[in-house]
Nanobody, 129 residues
Framework: QLQVAESGGGLVQPGGSLRLSCAAS????????IGWFRQAPGKEREGVSC????????YYADSVKGRFTISRDNAKNAVYLQMNSLKPEDTGIYYC??????????????????????WGQGTQVTVSS
């Protein structure tokens, strides 16, 4: 059974950078799609970025394109989210989630979040001066 745990959140100034980690256990990432989701105060949870463990295909929300980079390290069974040029609107709780590959990463990230069966506790990211 897949289990994921995220870490790396914290307080950073606008324009700063932060790197989130998602450690998977129980199974090998090669068979899974891993996604990063966030929920800002008063807003619904949104898909930030997802990556396929099969072929490395990625998806980025328009709001983070060019600033965030998702990557994987199958040897360490981990997925990372490098966040650069952070903005106050990036503030929120970031969650890592995983599921056996079902469909495209875009579909899973945007229209089928319910497909993800394993979720971490979340890590707080606060972007503020």
């Amino acid at each position: 059974q897949l289990q994921v745990a995220e870490s790396g959140g914290g307080l950073v100034q606008p324009g700063g950078s932060l790197r989130l980690s998602c450690a998977a256990s129980g199974v090998a990432l090669e068979d899974y799609t891993i996604g990063w989701f966030r929920q800002a105060p008063g807003k619904e949870r949104e898909g930030v970025s997802c990556i396929s463990g099969r072929d490395g295909s990625t998806y980025y929300a328009d709001s983070v394109k060019g600033r965030f980079t998702i990557s994987r390290d199958n040897a360490k069974n981990a997925v990372y989210l490098q966040m650069n040029s952070l903005k106050p609107e990036d503030t929120g709780i970031y969650y890592c989630a995983g599921e056996v590959w079902i469909t495209t990463v875009q579909t899973m990230c945007v229209t089928a979040q319910a497909l993800f069966g394993s979720w971490g506790q979340g890590t707080q990211v606060t972007v503020s001066s």
